[in-house]
């Protein structure tokens, strides 16, 4: 639900670019974006430090943006932040000793060490490439098509990683038996071994 959640300012940020331009949907994100935070407040009672920053970089962004009239400094938001993320993945276990995504996930799944360093290499190459994708698109395709990508590209991107971690996570995860019957018909279970 709140991966829904977190990408309605987004959309809100496509249909105000094809409604009026940049300047409104720069508008549009400065506004969608603190109302995701009380949305999210009032669903969980808490506010994630990547909701939280995002938050805070749409709004610089776009009021550097609006304040100049240059459509520039909200179209890096995403690179800046996706760096502002990869950092923080990669510096999280110097800091305290578990890494970020152990930190994030480590309630719902328990895996070893070494496992949990690979998951977090794996987030740190993903922001780092969705940020240098988004400087690549920006300086190579019109803004219309920037737009486009920042829907689409990155939603797709996003939900392609997410599956293929889901799928490595599943082959990593402790395998259970399927129910109690095959429980005890593990041989393992049998004789108290």
């Not at 800046?80 to 923080?88: H, K, V, Y």
């Not at 939900?159 to 041989?187: G, R, T």
């Amino acid at each position: 639900m709140q991966l829904i959640l977190d990408f309605l300012p987004v959309i809100a940020f496509f249909v105000a670019y094809k409604l009026g331009g940049i300047y409104l949907a720069t508008k549009t994100l400065m506004a969608a974006m603190p109302l995701l935070c009380l949305v999210t407040w009032l669903r969980t009672r808490k506010i994630s430090g990547m909701l939280l920053t995002s938050t805070v970089l749409a709004l610089a962004a776009g009021g550097v943006t609006l304040a100049l009239h240059d459509p520039m400094f909200v179209k890096w938001k995403l690179t800046l932040l996706d760096g502002i993320f990869a950092l923080a993945f990669l510096v999280a276990p110097y800091l305290g000793g578990k890494t970020l995504v152990e930190r994030v996930m480590g309630s719902n799944i328990t895996l070893e060490p070494r496992q949990w360093r690979i998951l977090n290499w794996m987030w740190v190459g993903f922001f780092l490439f969705t940020a240098s994708i988004n400087v690549y698109v920006l300086y190579h395709f019109s803004e219309a098509a920037w737009v486009n990508f920042k829907l689409y590209g990155t939603l797709g991107l996003t939900l392609v990683f997410v599956v293929m971690q889901a799928f490595w996570l599943a082959d990593k995860l402790p395998k259970e038996p399927a129910n109690a019957e095959d429980s005890a018909n593990d041989p393992r279970q049998m004789n108290g071994s």
